[in-house]
């Protein structure tokens, strides 16, 4: 061979099958223009790769390189014996790897046979590698391309299909892979298809995607093509690139997710299982001691859901019901149903019951949050596999998200918004707009089906974040800005027709509210540096003294977790994030605090800033020291960027300066102290007990035989949100019987103000201050008039009374009530009424 043995200027690589009629014109052309072209091209190769040809493609080629020495033929081995046949026909992919893995050119030229694209279109790829690109690949597809000869419309249509597949799989942001005319840089071409796989058509697409990943960057270069008649692409080719594609996928999720990255997931799910182990020990019969009436309002949510997307309910009856309230009704869209869930785990809840559904959604919940922080921490913050393990373990299993655990899944499962931060992200970097805003309008169209709230305390927490870094890097934030509100714009437009019927339902249809009305709730700032009572270090009567309850413990960071946070604020400073974190967190922390702000132990109330927004739109409904909760993840990614940088100081110098011990005190120091701020918030397994039993006269059936079909069943006293255990037992008869009264957010009287559970009637009131005084009350006409009509108004079929503390006067209040004695009838005690009292 007359280039010897060492390296050339350029390789050109030309895969051949069946191309005996083509071929001595393309290695002719080739040959003319490197030849003439010697300041660009002293030594050369051009290597024919013959991929199994039945025909003399392969004489052809020896033929060539008899008068030419630079061309030379690369035949792959046969893999079936001679008496098999002709010789088996590998794929493009295959001869491409074997060209490239041949070359010794410090460029590589790849071009098909039929020399669609002139090789006189080389000069503008150099030039491309001259200015700093890895690889410059030609493309049909560029505004500023010439097609000399178009193919046929159906081929053309079936072309850009591919094309809009391979940009949403793999590409994002290339216009045409497909073009048979790339140049790369040699030593990075052979690394690229050196770990290749793919053996057909979709060769390009995994080597320009390794590129990618690599950062190593590639120009799309406008070409000269013209199509030519005897194309080797098949009918069937289409599906099978669609199946490559599909095992490139596969490939790239496996190798995104590795052994150490499935290692920290699985850490979540036990750690998840691990807090609700008793849950698990016996589902649907244990339950959670501190979630009050929760768990019975979520799980018939969850029921009611499974009942009607598989009872063939449409669209729009899923977001109302009849079951509680009766005959009112609940607006389910107005509630915290979520939806999202519900839908698609219906058939869970049909085979295993709604309690599987909510310890199903509480568990993975949690751990899906986790795992969903561990993915955009190590996306976009964070190198060391540990420090985003860390963060991603704060953002979910934080003392505030632990407390939300027990009880309201719509402010713990949310596994949707690093999702959400990481569109946005994309969206400032204005790459690909349009593909981005439409998939956060996706994305956020889902999230209101999970949490509509907690989607606004987010937004609150992203538009301080906004604040704090523009206020660090106004030239950046300028930057951002145009691409980011024309991509909101897109995924306004994608959520508005979509949650135009959901939300119209929420705030205008049958039971619908305007707010709900609550009274003061901001944070003590002492619950800021105190201890969650389910945290290791906490205890449970100083958590309750500063919150409203146990499932509303929306502080309780602990001081070493705020003294760490401050900490790294400072020793961080110079990165704008972390300053941008740091404000978001004493923000978010200062409004949870409320209209007012008590000093702690002096007597002073300050103003606070949560009044300005406390009387805005959707503002109004929200519990204020919630609004801490926004400070989670701000706190969980300086954890993650502290880690980060205590683990970088652990990587060995490149020159011993004498500054190592000076890194190993530093880092010794740093990981001592974030054990000292995690260990005592560490969260313990909730605790649980068993569940109130259901009478027989609901497990059995045997209310069907004194609760006619369209009758309601009352029970004693009517459920309310501080009771709310008859809607386990609908659920647990199959939802065959509504209810009056409940435990749901609805309006009350004309205004339609938002209250928690149903209007009072005269004859819920009644029962009501019974049950509380154990006191008989005089009974009278004007009482039985009263109660006959409350009963005609829920279309009542029967009146049940189950044992309780003070039953006995309930009963006989019943009973002077109705005007005869109850039957004890499967465990309660029951007054049929459905034909007249």
Excluded at 212 to 218: C, E, H, I, K, S
Excluded at 238 to 267: K, N
Excluded at 529 to 545: H, I, K, V, Y
Excluded at 712 to 728: N, R
Aim: glycine share 10%; proline share 7%.
């Amino acid at each position: 061979m007359g280039t010897g043995t060492g390296t050339v200027d350029l390789t050109v690589v030309v895969p051949a099958y069946n191309e005996e009629h083509r071929l001595p014109g393309t290695l002719d052309a080739i040959c003319r223009y490197l030849r003439s072209s010697p300041g660009r091209h002293a030594e050369w190769e051009l290597i024919v790769v013959d991929d199994g040809s039945s025909d003399a493609t392969a004489a052809v080629v020896r033929d060539a390189a008899a008068a030419e020495p630079h061309i030379r033929l690369l035949a792959p081995p046969p893999t079936s014996p001679p008496s098999a046949g002709s010789p088996r026909n590998h794929g493009k992919g295959h001869a491409l790897r074997l060209g490239v893995l041949a070359s010794r050119g410090r460029r590589v030229l790849l071009t098909d046979a039929d020399l669609a694209t002139p090789i006189e279109e080389l000069a503008a790829l150099h030039d491309r590698l001259d200015a700093g690109f890895a690889a410059a690949i030609g493309s049909r597809a560029h505004p500023d391309a010439l097609i000399e000869v178009d193919q046929h419309p159906l081929r053309r249509l079936a072309g850009r299909a591919g094309n809009r597949v391979i940009r949403a799989v793999a590409l994002p942001g290339v216009g045409d892979t497909q073009c048979g005319f790339k140049l790369f840089d040699g030593d990075r071409a052979r690394a690229a298809f050196g770990r290749s796989r793919l053996d057909g058509w979709g060769i390009d697409v995994e080597i320009l995607r390794a590129f990618r990943r690599a950062d190593w960057p590639v120009a799309e270069v406008p070409v000269r093509w013209a199509h030519q008649e005897g194309s080797k692409i098949r009918p069937l080719d289409y599906g099978r690139v669609l199946l490559e594609l599909a095992r490139l996928w596969r490939r790239g999720v496996r190798e995104r997710l590795s052994a150490g990255d499935l290692a920290v997931v699985l850490g979540y799910l036990l750690l998840s299982v691990l807090l609700y182990k008793g849950l698990w020990a016996d589902v649907g019969h244990r339950y959670l001691v501190d979630s009050g009436q929760d768990q019975n309002q979520w799980e018939w949510f969850f029921a009611v859901t499974a009942d009607k997307v598989l009872g063939g309910s449409g669209p729009g009856d899923v977001f109302f019901t009849e079951l509680q309230n009766t005959p009112l009704g609940v607006n389910l869209m107005a509630n915290t149903a979520m939806l999202g869930l519900g839908v698609p785990l219906a058939p869970v809840t049909a085979l295993f019951g709604p309690g599987a559904t909510w310890a199903l959604v509480l568990t993975c919940g949690l751990a899906g949050t986790a795992g969903a922080w561990y993915w955009l921490l190590r996306k976009r913050f964070v190198r060391a596999r540990r420090a985003a393990a860390l963060g991603g373990a704060l953002c979910a299993f934080a003392p505030p998200m632990i407390s939300h655990a027990t009880a309201h899944p719509n402010f713990a499962v949310l596994f949707m918004m690093p999702l959400i931060i990481d569109r946005l992200l994309r969206l400032c970097e204005g790459a690909r707009v349009g593909r981005d805003g439409v998939v956060l309008g996706l994305f956020l169209t889902y999230q209101v089906f999970l949490g509509e709230e907690a989607l606004l305390l987010a937004a609150v927490g992203l538009v301080l974040f906004a604040v704090g870094y523009a206020a660090v890097r106004p030239a950046e934030a300028r930057t951002a800005v145009r691409p980011l509100a024309r991509g909101l714009g897109l995924a306004a437009a994608v959520c508005v027709p979509l949650l135009a019927y959901p939300l119209l339902w929420q705030f205008f249809g049958a039971q619908s509210y305007h707010s709900v009305l609550h009274g003061p709730v901001g944070n003590s700032p002492r619950a800021f540096w105190e201890f969650a009572g389910r945290s290791l270090a906490g205890d449970e009567s100083t958590a309750d003294a500063l919150a409203v309850n146990r499932t509303e413990q929306n502080a309780f960071f602990g001081w070493p977790l705020l003294a760490l946070s401050a900490a790294v604020v400072v020793w961080l400073w110079r990165d704008p994030r972390v300053r941008a974190l740091g404000w978001v967190a004493f923000a978010a922390s200062v409004l949870s605090l409320g209209r007012t702000i008590p000093v702690p132990w002096t007597g002073i109330v300050l103003p606070g800033p949560w009044r300005a927004l406390a009387d805005q739109p959707l503002f109004e409904s929200v519990i204020e020291s919630r609004v801490a909760m926004a400070a989670v993840p701000a706190l969980g990614i300086l954890l993650a960027l502290a880690c980060d940088r205590l683990c970088a100081l652990g990587e060995p110098r490149a020159f011993a300066d004498g500054g190592a011990g000076v890194d190993r005190a530093l880092r010794i120091a740093g990981w001592a102290a974030v054990a000292a701020a995690l260990l005592p918030l560490a969260p313990t397994p909730y605790t649980t007990a068993d569940r109130v039993p259901v009478p027989s006269f609901i497990a059995d059936g045997t209310w069907k035989a004194h609760v006619p079909k369209g009758r309601s069943l009352v029970p004693v006293p009517l459920p309310s949100p501080g009771d709310a255990e008859a809607l386990h037992w609908q659920t647990a008869a199959g939802l065959g019987f509504p209810l009056p009264g409940g435990y749901f957010n609805g309006p009350d009287g004309p205004g339609r103000r938002g209250i928690y559970g149903p209007r009072h009637r005269y004859t819920s009131a009644l029962l009501d201050e019974v049950r509380r005084t154990g006191r008989i009350p005089h009974i009278g006409q004007k009482q039985r008039h009263a109660v006959r009509a409350d009963l005609d108004f829920w279309r009542a079929g029967a009146v049940v009374l189950a044992p309780q503390p003070g039953d006995e006067a309930l009963r006989v209040t019943l009973e002077r009530l109705l005007g005869w004695r109850g039957e004890w009838i499967g465990g309660v005690w029951v007054w049929e009424v459905h034909g007249g009292t």
